[in-house]
């Protein structure tokens, strides 16, 4: 089973920063098969970014996401009062999938 | 517009059964597969259970194997989830979403139903 590890588990910074979260595996995430999801209070999950570094249909394009092998990053270039959130790395490139325990992303 | 939509969920005793259903509108549901994944209350996501597009090819969580079941129903857009020996660390909210973005049997969850609570407790 391939072990996600995020950091920080909370950051906390202002609207219109830049905010980089981190989420390395145990071992090499099988073609980069790396998904990125936001979760508000009270909603299901949004899928942000694919394939580590594809964004979703209809994500803005602040939210970027890059990185192969072990490590892996999601950056948001200009924070918007909306995107604080949790975020949660996710591999899908073997079996059995498995999340990161996730990053709070506050407002400071 | 792609719509998922659980139901079943609510209180059981530990060793109970319960069925969850999820409803798809949208898409087409035989073309995708689906995955099953919850959350307990203030924890993180679980995946619980994959099913491809056809029902051929079935994946769980060793946390849930012999005691869950997945299917599908293809002419009713419905996907299921049939939960026994339930026990407390069970309770969570499960949500089903629909795999897009696949490799072998193992997809990302591209959209999301809006989750239903199990709680099981005595």
């Known amino acids: 089973e391939i072990v996600l590890t995020q950091s920080p588990g909370t950051l906390s910074l202002s609207p219109g920063e830049r905010a980089t979260l981190s989420c390395r595996a145990s071992?090499?995430?099988?073609?980069?098969?790396l998904a990125w999801y936001q979760q508000k209070p009270g909603q299901a999950p949004r899928l942000l970014i694919y394939?580590?570094?594809s964004r979703a249909t209809g994500i803005p394009d602040r939210f970027s996401g890059s990185g192969s092998g072990t490590d892996f990053t999601l950056t948001i270039s200009r924070l918007e009062p909306e995107d604080f959130a949790v975020y949660y790395c996710?591999?899908?490139?073997?079996?059995?999938?498995?999340f990161g325990q996730g990053t709070r992303l506050e407002i400071k | 517009e792609v719509q998922l939509v659980e139901s079943g969920g609510g209180l059981v005793k530990p060793g109970g059964s319960l069925r969850l259903s999820c409803a798809v509108s949208?898409?087409?549901?035989?073309?995708?597969?689906m995955n099953w994944v919850r959350q307990a209350p203030g924890r993180g996501l679980e995946w619980v259970s994959s099913?491809?597009?056809?029902?051929?090819?079935?994946y769980y969580a060793d946390s849930v194997k012999g005691r869950f079941t997945v299917s599908r129903d293809n002419a009713k857009n419905s996907l299921y989830l049939q939960m026994s020996s339930l026990r407390a660390e069970d309770t969570a909210v499960y949500y089903c979403?629909?795999?897009?973005?696949?490799?072998?049997?193992?997809?990302?969850?591209?959209?999301w139903g809006q989750g239903t609570l199990v709680t099981v407790s005595s």
């Open positions: 996710q591999q899908y490139g073997s079996s059995p999938l498995t």
């Open positions: 949208g898409f087409t549901f035989s073309s995708y597969f």
């Open positions: 394939g580590a570094s």
């Open positions: 071992q090499s995430v099988s073609t980069n098969y």
């Open positions: 099913i491809s597009s056809g029902g051929s090819f079935i």
């Open positions: 979403a629909r795999g897009s973005h696949c490799l072998g049997g193992s997809c990302d969850s591209e959209f």
